[in-house]
């Protein structure tokens, strides 16, 4: 599919009457399937992306008479177990499917695996992994590999010299943020070493309260050479915290974002790791859909979303998908 057509879809999606919708809404009444999208908060410029994602998929769902409902929490202060409440309530407005992201397996997977002993189909997306997965009885996974992209990002820091480095993690507890920066610490070992720097979850979207943070880590430790955020509000504030306590930090993160693609465009930000969002949001809702309605399912199981590596070298390429919301 075209990114153009992509972009029209999402647009007419939204428009129509059955768009996704809020935490509170529910689902019009049909007699096609009932499919609910368990993603992040509102604000979350990185879910707003997934959400395109399963709008687009919603458009087949629409035209063989089902809903797609969107339900996701107002904040991250109790993750996991808001996320299990969703699924159940979910599973009591009736749905015939669940597309549910496994953040804090032991708060979310009785919820789901109930979910799944009532015959629903549940698909697991963004974060727990196969290995969450097979352990709810969850048809299949659909995202990166948390931590392989986290290894990933160690080894570009470790291989341009980096020595030092510091995972910024505004949701610690989270398996897939968890699984990042263990993941960073791998990849440069013996080569560099990495610490995390977990912040309270309330500090998510707080760019003053991040930015004050960094900025303290850097200022009292100087050795820190390189910054690795867990999403790109993470990597706005961080690059404002470099630029304050002027050190000579080298600056990645996971996610795009119009601001992260500049700065690496202008040389101010050295990688970031992309994870495809709008194409978790969208495979996610699609094989969920289909299995409940036909019964079908990919081959593959994980289908992998990421990681790969966004720099200098191939950004301008990169860029044109960020800017149509659809990466």
Same mark, same amino acid.
């Given at each position: ?73 107002? /904040? ?8 299990? @409440? ?22 979310? /997977? ?20 196969? @290995? ?20 990933a990002g160690g080894k ?7 020595? /030092? ?10 398996a897939n943020q968890e699984?990042?920066? %263990? ?5 440069? @070992?013996? %080569? ?22 960094? @900025?303290?880590?850097? &200022? ?29 930090? %080298? ?7 119009? /601001? ?24 996610? &809702? ?25 720099d200098k070298s191939n ?13």
């Open positions: 599919m075209k990114i153009s057509r992509s972009v029209k879809i999402a647009a007419a999606v939204a428009a129509s009457a059955l768009a996704l919708t809020g935490i509170n809404a529910s689902a019009a009444t049909a007699a096609g399937e009932k499919v609910y999208v368990i993603g992040g908060m509102p604000s979350d410029p990185f879910w707003s992306v997934v959400k395109r994602g399963a709008e687009s998929a919603a458009e087949a769902v629409k035209d063989a008479g089902g809903t797609v409902t969107w339900l996701g929490p107002q /904040n991250y202060d109790n993750l996991g177990p808001d996320a299990g @409440k969703l699924v159940d309530n979910a599973i009591a407005a009736g749905a015939t499917a669940i597309v549910v992201a496994d953040w804090v397996p032991a708060a979310e /997977n009785a919820a789901i695996k109930r979910a799944v002993a009532k015959g629903i189909s549940v698909v697991h997306y963004n974060a727990g992994g196969v @290995k969450e997965a097979k352990n709810t009885g969850a048809l299949a996974y659909v995202g990166s590999d948390d931590y392989l992209a986290g290894v570009y820091f470790a291989s341009k010299g980096a020595k /030092n480095i510091l995972c910024v993690n505004t949701v610690p507890g989270s699984a990042r920066c %263990k993941g960073v610490a791998d990849g440069a @070992k013996g %080569k560099a070493k990495a610490k995390q720097l977990p912040l309270p979850s309330s500090n998510f979207g707080n760019p003053t309260a991040v930015s004050n943070a960094v @900025k303290a880590a850097l &200022t009292k430790d100087k050795t820190i050479d390189a910054v690795v955020t867990i999403g790109v509000q993470d990597a706005d504030s961080s690059a404002a915290a470099i630029k304050a306590s002027g050190s000579k930090a %080298k600056l990645g993160t996971f996610d795009l974002s119009e /601001n992260v693609l500049a700065r690496i465009a202008a040389g101010t930000q050295a990688f970031a790791i992309d994870q495809q969002p709008w194409l978790q949001g969208y495979l996610a &809702t699609s094989m969920a859909w289909q299995h409940a309605q036909y019964g079908i399912l990919p081959a593959s199981n994980p289908v992998l979303t990421g990681p790969a590596i966004v950004v301008a390429k990169v860029s044109a998908g960020v800017k149509a919301g659809v990466r």
